[in-house]
């Protein structure tokens, strides 16, 4: 093996050596973010389970009397 030869084969390494150094980086940071994803996933549900057991026995006419009059929606906009 010459020399030109050698260089060519450490270059390849090194190359290989740093792919695996940013793969390894990049599967840490997903690992990361779906775990704050999950964590926030859980987060809504336990929120939208408290807003709807306190909304429990509500009918939307309730809703409706409760909104003023100024603040209701017209359906044609």
Not at 19 to 42: E, H, S
Not at 46 to 70: H, M, V
């Amino acid at each position: 093996m010459n020399s030109l030869q050698l260089k060519f084969v450490i270059f390849i390494a090194v190359v290989f050596i740093i792919t695996l150094i940013f793969a390894f980086l990049i599967f840490r940071q997903f690992n990361k973010v779906g775990k704050n994803a999950l964590d926030a996933k859980q987060r809504q549900e336990e929120y939208q389970a408290e807003l709807d057991s306190q909304n429990e026995g509500y009918s939307e006419q309730d809703f409706q009397k409760i909104i003023p009059n100024d603040q209701k929606q017209d359906p044609n906009d």
